[in-house]
């Protein structure tokens, strides 16, 4: 497997691509796995080539063509200076929320599900407040550390 760092569009992307078999390779795009596709007739040659990532941030082959049967989530900013934002605690997909805009939340209260690596993983709040904005939708994935939702 070999592992690459990508900053596109001042976002930051963590990629691992595994072997060629077959004419699927595992990738892995923070956190969250992919099957891709290389489209048949795609010369890969005998040296590994690095996947290319189109403007649409989905995974390109050697020819340019969008080759994952999956489309790549749109990119989320990483991390901000909010100190009101419930942030990702690890990278993975945006299951549910228990919460809407508007509603009074505890300090501890269990805001979203989070699922990373097949496991669901309850998000809470570190203060209490009211949900003034939620950043994500439901299977959005998300970086660690990036911004889920606003609370004042």
């Known amino acids: 497997m070999k592992e690459y760092k990508y900053k596109i569009n001042g976002l930051k992307f963590n990629i691992t691509v595994g072997d060629v078999i077959d004419n699927q390779v595992e990738v892995e795009v923070n956190g969250v796995a992919y099957k891709v596709e290389i489209e048949k007739g795609t010369p890969i040659g005998p040296i590994k ?22 489309p790549a989530p749109a990119p989320r900013p990483v991390t901000s200076n909010s100190a009101d934002a419930v942030k ?65």
Request: charged share 15%.
């Open 88 to 152: 990702a605690p690890l990278p993975g997909t945006i299951m549910s929320f228990n919460v809407k805009v508007g509603d009074t939340v505890n300090t501890g209260q269990t805001v979203c599900v989070l699922e990373a690596m097949k496991m669901e993983n309850d998000v809470k709040t570190m203060k209490a407040g009211t949900v003034k904005q939620i950043l994500v939708n439901v299977g959005d994935a998300v970086p660690e550390g990036s911004d889920i939702m606003i609370i004042e």
């Open 49 to 70: 080539q690095k996947p290319a990532i189109s403007q649409s941030g989905k995974t390109a082959g050697i020819s340019g063509a969008v080759t994952s049967s999956t």
